[in-house]
């Protein structure tokens, strides 16, 4: 593996096993909290981090194959990646925690994999995500250095979410609709 991913990939490791601990540490009925202000529980933002890995994966397949400019899940238009995003999250509705760890743990091991197979010329490869404009309006782009070194925060930014929906208290309403169910 190049040196410089090498270096990404365990600043993105370091990051994951923070991550990891926490959610070690996550009693289980707090799976499907939710931060305030935030739309995903506990269980999307893992799920998230497994499926947005599988995308990069899939980019970098297409770099090292040739391609120099590539887009993000192969989308170019924002409601498409919109569309995708949220149908990736659907399919981990009801899982189990260690479940959507595992993908999670699986999808960082798929994505190393695909680290190791890039060249230097690979990593002056375009990359565009749907929906991201430049000042004129035009697609913005960032080489693919840059857009890997962005990827190694993306694991704490998801942290501090599930940070925040631990300490928040459940809805009340929620928690006597649950009672209600659970009979």
Known sequence: MLPELR????????????????????PADYWGRVAAGEAWSIQDQVAHLAGSEALIGAMLREVAGGAMRVWVGGIEHPQGLIEMRERALDVWKGASVDTVRKAAAGSR????????????RHLDATVHVAGAMDRWGGPLAWPLREYLATWTAHDPEHEASIRSAMTTPPDLSTVALTQRLRG
Do not use: K, T
């Open 7 to 26: 270096v990404l990939l365990e600043r993105a490791e370091a990051r994951r096993a923070s991550l990891d601990g926490l959610l070690d540490a996550l």
């Open 109 to 120: 091991q798929a994505l190393a994999e695909c680290l190791a197979a890039l060249v230097h």
